[in-house]
């Protein structure tokens, strides 16, 4: 473990800073931005305050502040008539701006204008504003949860532009209205720099997290000052995190970071520290326990020696639906297809949920598909959408008897996955997403890159589609979906010792009596070919006794679809018969036109359907 230093430098973080407000001798009237309000311009002057703001240089561990030009501070009473929080520099919040103009050594001349009606208690305020709010009840609230962290300046700029922004200061007086106030500010948190190593060289950071080693909630996330200046601690957690933009570890892999944090104790003597990094495959965090560290006093400056940071690879989450299993890299993906097909996870993930964050890049990785023919996956695993639709899972590669994105599913739903994959199949069902489905939903998935058959071993038909392999009979009372499906691959066998049938969307499909299978709004890119096969644009082959297949609102590009001379664009085989009982139908629904309806009874066959 490493432990936590705290030094408190008697002239940089001291907890009351002396400031004098002196009025204007011109009593100026204004009565701009503030309606019939007369206002008074007023020069405020911060003297002998060698230690009140906010220009930061960290040297030898010990962090000296001044004022610097351009500086602000809020002044006035807070006086919001809303019904909810709002910015401590809109319109009737009952602050004023006041901007530091000269600054000259410990001196700071800051000009503005106050209501000359004011008097009685007065707050001054600083801090980023966007960070201080007056509450529906007139209290300040600072907010310490919400930090983010811009590293594209020089480390002067860093300082200055995130510890003043969050390093929060606090004042209150009696105002007689008169031309001199005088103030004596406190900081409202304490400064934590970290120094973190161990991590990969030249990584875009994403997030830096505080949590207590417990699950104890001893960090606080507002502060809230009344009008009379008290300050009151709100709303506790177990951690506290900031966004990190544009900061990366410099080639050895380092970086320093600085954190506000509102005072408190801990139950324990520790804390974790955990900091997020943003790779092109994926997202990675890496971990250490800070001991020896009870309180974090106002005021304060504290600073660790050098951290070596260690990466935890562990699947956040627990499978429920509000609190999924988080999968963010290419290592998590294939953890969580190992534990599907060895068991790990039971039940093949029945009733859990896999939330897959980001985009994830499997280069170098040989892929196993999620769900075997033992171990069949039942779960339910999702992508976010984000900026540019699905998440994409890009470079997968898989040689198998099942290969796809899943392997075989039994009622799964997977859903919001664009997937890029070299797959190739070497026994009877090959698949973009999903090589042999028991049922289920396959919604918003797009499929990119090739699929082939490549079999001498194949002991039943053979069966390849750009998103499902085949459908298989389904015991479940539900409707079945493939729905708003886009493949873009090329389709293709080489080698088969049976017959194969090529579809764009499907395979091949089954039904049984009382349960419908619907493909609905599905698009083939992907050029269906081969020397061998029946070939389709939709369905390759739909051999079923009972049932409803329905195909809706489809869409096949006219360099995609196979020569409908000889095969089906959308079925190519509509086939019962083997048996000689039950009837099967197909419902062709185009999205202008009219509804096909066909039904075939025991020994009848259908092909192709255009």
């Known amino acids: 473990m490493n432990k936590l230093y705290t030094k408190v430098s008697l002239y940089v973080l001291a907890a009351l800073t002396s400031v004098s407000f002196v009025a204007c001798s011109q009593e100026d009237l204004d009565n701009t931005s503030n309606g019939e309000v007369e206002m008074r311009t007023v020069t405020i002057t911060a003297s002998e305050a060698p230690v009140s703001r906010t220009s930061y240089e960290d040297n030898n561990n010990n962090l000296s502040v001044k004022w610097k030009e351009g500086d602000v501070i809020y002044v006035g009473k807070a006086t919001n008539t809303k019904n909810s929080d709002i910015s401590i520099d809109e319109e009737g919040s009952g602050f004023y701006p006041f901007t530091a103009t000269k600054v000259n050594g410990n001196q700071a001349t800051f000009?503005?204008?106050?209501?000359?009606?004011?008097?009685?208690?007065?707050?001054?305020?600083?801090?980023?504003?966007?960070?201080?709010?007056?509450?529906?009840?007139?209290?300040?609230?600072?907010?310490?949860?919400?930090?983010?962290?811009?590293?594209?300046?020089?480390?002067?700029?860093?300082?200055?532009?995130?510890?003043?922004?969050?390093?929060?200061?606090?004042?209150?007086?009696?105002?007689?209205?008169?031309?001199?106030?005088?103030f004596q500010f406190k900081h409202e948190g304490a400064v934590l720099r970290l120094?973190?190593?161990?991590?990969?060289?030249?990584?875009?950071?994403?997030?830096?997290?505080?949590?207590?080693?417990?699950?104890?909630?001893?960090?606080?996330?507002?502060?809230?000052?009344?009008?009379?200046?008290?300050?009151?601690?709100?709303?506790?957690?177990?951690?506290?995190?900031?966004?990190?933009?544009?900061?990366?570890?410099?080639?050895?892999?380092?970086?320093?970071?600085?954190?506000t944090v509102s005072p408190t104790t801990f139950n324990t003597n520790s804390i974790n520290v955990s900091l997020s990094c943003s790779l092109d495959k994926g997202d990675y965090t890496y971990t250490k326990t800070l001991s020896g560290i009870t309180a974090l006093n106002a005021g304060s400056f504290y600073y660790t020696p050098d951290i070596t940071l260690v990466e935890d690879n562990a699947i956040k989450g627990n499978g429920g639906q509000s609190n999924p299993y988080i999968i963010d890299n290419p290592e998590k993906l294939l953890e969580i297809a190992s534990q599907i097909n060895n068991g790990t996870i039971e039940n093949g993930g029945n009733g859990k949920y896999f939330e897959i964050s980001r985009d994830i890049d499997m280069s170098g990785y040989e892929w196993t598909p999620i769900g075997t023919s033992s171990n069949a996956f039942r779960g339910n695993i999702y992508g976010i959408e984000n900026s540019e639709g699905c998440v994409k899972i890009n470079n997968l590669q898989c040689t198998s008897d099942l290969p796809g994105f899943a392997g075989q599913v039994n009622a799964a739903t997977i859903k919001n996955l664009n997937i890029h994959g070299t797959f190739i199949g070497t026994k009877e069902n090959t698949g973009g997403i999903v090589s042999y489905s028991y049922g289920g939903t396959i919604e918003n998935c797009t499929f990119n890159g090739s699929l082939k058959l490549s079999t001498s071993t194949a002991t039943n038909n053979c069966y390849v589609g750009g998103i499902v392999g085949r459908i298989n009979k389904s015991s479940t009372s539900h409707k079945n979906y493939v729905k708003n499906c886009t493949n873009n691959a090329e389709i293709s066998v080489d080698n088969s010792n049976k017959s194969v049938y090529l579809g764009g969307i499907v395979g091949a499909a089954n039904t049984i009596a009382n349960v419908e299978l619907e493909i609905s709004y599905c698009s083939n890119y992907g050029k269906v070919t081969g020397a061998i096969g029946s070939k389709s644009g939709i369905v390759a082959y739909y051999p079923s006794t009972d049932g409803t297949l329905t195909i809706s609102n489809y869409y096949l590009d006219e360099n995609s679809e196979p020569n409908i001379n000889t095969n089906g664009s959308i079925i190519r085989t509509f086939s019962n018969a083997n048996k000689t009982t039950g009837t099967a139908t197909v419902k062709i629904i185009p999205e202008s036109g009219e509804t096909v309806t066909l039904s075939t009874n025991g020994g009848q066959t259908q092909y192709p359907l255009n």
């Open 195 to 259: 120094s973190l190593s161990g991590l990969p060289a030249n990584t875009q950071l994403s997030t830096l997290r505080l949590e207590t080693t417990d699950g104890n909630k001893d960090f606080y996330s507002y502060v809230l000052i009344d009008a009379d200046g008290t300050s009151v601690q709100e709303t506790l957690y177990n951690y506290l995190s900031f966004n990190i933009a544009n900061a990366t570890t410099d080639d050895n892999g380092n970086v320093v970071l600085y954190r």
């Open 111 to 182: 000009t503005g204008s106050l209501p000359k009606t004011l008097t009685g208690k007065v707050l001054a305020l600083y801090g980023k504003k966007e960070n201080i709010k007056i509450t529906a009840d007139n209290k300040v609230k600072l907010n310490f949860q919400t930090q983010n962290w811009n590293n594209s300046k020089t480390e002067t700029d860093i300082y200055s532009t995130h510890l003043s922004d969050y390093d929060f200061m606090s004042a209150s007086a009696e105002y007689d209205g008169g031309d001199k106030l005088s």
